[in-house]
């Protein structure tokens, strides 16, 4: 298999040492009108450029934006969707991180790119490939309180056609790997044909891209096999929730890559170089040639302190070293 | 559940009303705690302000009317992390999200957890020693404190949560002996991961309060019931204190399917926001809540703690809380007389 490490999606923004806190100090002076939106964002800027640098300094294959910019994955894309309110905070899933509910009052429609922005920037200032993310349409649907006076399945199709538009835009700008971001499935599994649907609209327009559908907050085992055969090019993995799912891979194979979450995203402790490395030599013989990333099991910029996300992913680097010398 | 209290000798009447435990500290003490961070300020003189604050909103709580006291909380930051410091087998990690730009300092279990020696006792006997009405005792729960807490030591959440419950039982044996009659567990986590409450959240649970001669409540907020109930009701405790108001009410529809076995207190003031309710919104409130229960079965009092709101606004809620409690307990009175007897 050709292993490559990668991120999952956020890093915190803010460290420990005083010139980390820069962004935090801004926020909070852009919030009480001190400094312009302009300045807030030239200091944002400069963040993405430092979390990116932190991830290619760790060594990784494939690195994001950090997600700087998100207030969280929910209220990031609806504030852009026409028919979307924000309301207020909400536990996002089991963690102890909040986000902004979207309330859908009206048609859901795509008025300009939400994110592609912010790839273009992390994609000039990288050297190493950018990848961008998405929040799933089944899940910005799920998390929303619907007012629109129309049932699920026309919410997650409204959200699905804004969401492809989105991966359109993104593959138009070069995006070679998109992420799409899917944990709510995992909490409503029989409601998997909405996803299905969804994602059958949303890889419509990929364009030359591939497209990544990563789970995570629950047990993938029971939908193991639906999921892998989704019109995706790469289905990623929470193996936190999931001790069951490195023999059900092994038994059943997978016909395409896959995304490793073998590192706890939401847990200081480091990973054993030995337990990462024993289900990687599980599955290997299922994979083949294929191409396997091995990654945090969510995005770490919600869940660690700074320190301990750097430390995780040059961690994680030097177990997917040893694991290509042994594997 | 009413036998429970009496056996134990507390007096207290129809609807007590009380509140969660967190009240807002004082400007100059939130600056003095800065100062004591920042090594600028010695902890006696952080002491001695904290004592202060919270002989005031004893005072405070007594003006008003409230029937079951607590602390206020003067001395504690974080829930969690304020007994991860006083406990042993924590370290406090650097700074996680939150939400928006709010970060927060998370604790780590990097060894055994053990209890050191009490930590909430002697500010429970300071303000006891303030009142003849009784002062709640006030734990985070082990629940909590596991699902809050980064866990570099123990194999599995369960063997963090189940440690954790041994050190704070020890905590609530402590208070209980120091003669805290109620003892309120807070565990605004326990619905984080439903399937664990049968797998070991009841278990921790039974360990805290095993053999310990109080009157339980154990706090809940932040929403969710309907994964965890009516499987919660068999947490071993007197009394569950719900976020209310803030869940517009819709547990009373759960209530109305599986019928509430123990006492509730019942939160009618929400905490995140700054509007007073007034007296007839909070009446209301209880009046739709005695639809589902009897009134033996209820406790009034706020959503959550009230830490975040102002001196005014929380003066303003508990007020409220009071006169409404009042007013139905008069109704309340008048509806239990032989129809010839009542006045309208």
């Not at chain 2, 739709?288 to 009134?295: C, F, G, I, S």
């Given at each position: ?81 026409e ?34 922005g ?20 089944y ?25 492809a ?61 639906k ?84 430390k995780?992913l040059q ?13 | ?24 500290k ?86 055994e957890v ?27 729960g ?89 499987g ?25 399917e ?87």
């Amino acid at each position: 298999m050709e292993l490559l490490t990668a991120s999952t999606g956020s890093y915190p923004r803010v460290g420990s040492r005083p010139e980390q806190q820069r962004h935090r100090q801004t926020y909070a002076q852009w919030e009480r009108g001190e400094i312009s939106s302009e300045e807030f964002e030239r200091v944002q800027d400069e963040v993405i450029r430092e979390v990116i640098e932190e991830q290619v300094r760790a060594g990784l294959d494939v690195v994001t934006d950090g997600q700087v910019r998100w207030y969280d994955p929910i209220s990031h894309f609806a504030r852009k969707l026409e028919g979307c309110e924000i309301d207020g905070l909400l536990r996002f899933f089991d963690t102890n991180f909040y986000f902004r509910q979207p309330v859908v009052v009206n048609e859901v429609r795509w008025l300009e790119p939400v994110i592609k922005g912010e790839f273009l920037f992390a994609k000039k200032v990288s050297s190493a490939p950018v990848k961008p993310i998405v929040t799933s349409p089944y899940t910005l649907a799920k998390l929303s309180i619907n007012r629109r006076g129309v049932g699920l399945a026309e919410l997650v199709h409204e959200f699905a056609r804004a969401i492809a538009q989105e991966v359109s835009e993104l593959a138009n700008a070069g995006a070679e790997l998109i992420q799409i971001d899917e944990p709510a499935i995992l909490k409503d599994q029989n409601e998997f044909e909405l996803l299905k649907n969804a994602l059958e609209e949303v890889a419509a327009s990929k364009g030359k891209a591939k497209l990544a559908l990563y789970t995570y907050f629950g047990d993938a085992t029971p939908l193991y096999d639906k999921l892998v055969k989704l019109p995706v090019d790469v289905v990623g993995f929470d193996f936190t929730y999931s001790p069951g799912l490195p023999k059900l891979i092994a038994r059943l194979g997978c016909e395409k890559g896959l995304g490793l979450g073998l590192i706890d995203g939401r847990n200081t402790r480091l990973e054993s170089e030995r337990d990462v490395i024993e289900v990687l030599k599980l599955i290997a013989p299922t994979i083949g040639g294929k191409r396997v990333y091995l990654n945090p099991s969510c995005g770490l910029g919600e869940y660690l302190p700074r320190e301990v996300a750097f430390k995780k992913l040059q961690n994680m680097v030097a177990i997917a070293k040893k694991a290509r010398e042994l594997i | 559940m009413r036998g429970k209290s009496k056996k134990l000798g507390l007096e207290l009447p129809l609807l007590p009303t009380t509140t969660v435990g967190s009240l807002p500290k004082p400007p100059h003490l939130l600056e003095a705690r800065r100062k004591f961070a920042a090594g600028q300020l010695d902890a006696e003189e952080l002491h001695l302000l904290e004592e202060q604050a919270t002989r005031e909103w004893v005072a405070l709580q007594e003006e008003v009317g409230l029937d079951v006291l607590v602390d206020g909380e003067m001395y504690r930051g974080d829930m969690t992390t304020y007994f991860a410091r006083n406990l042993e087998g924590f370290k406090i990690s650097g700074l996680v999200r939150s939400y928006g730009n709010r970060y927060y300092r998370k604790p780590i279990i990097v060894g055994e957890v053990r209890w050191r020696g009490p930590i909430t006792v002697e500010w429970w006997k300071f303000t006891q020693g303030l009142t003849r009405k009784p002062v709640k005792g006030v734990v985070t729960g082990p629940y909590t404190m596991m699902d809050w807490s980064f866990n570099e030591h123990y194999p599995s959440r369960r063997e963090a949560c189940l440690a954790l419950a041994k050190a704070l039982h020890e905590e609530v044996k402590a208070l209980a002996k120091a003669g805290a009659k109620i003892i309120q567990v807070d565990e605004p986590a326990i619905s984080a991961r439903p399937e664990e409450l049968p797998e070991f959240a009841i278990e921790a649970m039974r360990t805290v309060t095993r053999g310990v001669d109080a009157y339980f409540i154990n706090h809940i907020c932040y929403g969710a019931f309907e994964f965890i109930y009516p499987g919660m009701l068999e947490l071993p405790v007197e009394n569950f204190d719900l976020e209310m108001s803030n869940s517009e009410l819709d547990l009373i529809e759960l209530f109305r399917e599986h019928p509430f076995s123990k006492d509730l207190s019942f939160g009618v003031v929400d905490v995140h926001s700054h509007v007073v309710e007034d007296v007839a919104t909070v009446k209301q409130r209880i009046q739709r809540a005695l639809e589902v229960l009897k009134p033996e079965q209820l406790w009034i009092d706020p959503d959550c703690g009230l830490k975040t709101r102002t001196r005014e606004e929380t003066i303003g809620k508990l007020k409220a809380i009071v006169g409404a409690t009042k007013k139905v307990r008069s109704s309340l009175k008048e509806s239990s007389k032989p129809a010839y007897q009542r006045s309208e």
